[in-house]
């Protein structure tokens, strides 16, 4: 069994930062592309940002040069620093990952989402 845990979401004001964090664990052999997502309320969901196994990353237009994912591949954990929040960056945030199990299947899995509140 898999599990993404999140960790990192709450509310913060216009301009603050937060970093987000989903460890995989579980029976994992190799996990290749993670990323996150959000929904906001009423919206579908969208990719915030993506990191391949080998670095090469990914931004949503809407949030380049303000947020940064990252990944500690020895964790199996990603990460999503992001700056100068926005009330529009309000939204539940999840994570995914693409992973290959030890009988050499392809899947993928969801974390459970967490909030994130840009407000003041």
């Known amino acids: 069994q898999v599990q993404l845990v999140e960790s990192g979401g709450g509310l913060v004001q216009p301009g603050g930062s937060l970093r987000l964090s989903c460890a995989a664990s579980?029976?994992?052999?190799?996990?290749?592309?993670m990323g996150w997502y959000r929904q906001a309320p009423g919206k579908e969901r969208e990719l915030v940002a993506a990191i391949t196994s080998g670095g090469s990353t990914n931004y949503a237009d809407s949030v380049k040069g303000r947020f940064t994912i990252s990944r500690d591949t020895a964790k199996n954990t990603v990460y999503l620093q992001m700056n100068s929040l926005k009330p529009e960056d309000t939204a539940v945030y999840y994570c995914n990952a693409e992973m290959i199990d030890y009988g050499l299947r392809p899947f993928g899995s969801w974390g459970q989402g967490t909030q994130v509140t840009v407000s003041s």
């Open positions: 579980g029976s994992i052999f190799r996990v290749n592309a």
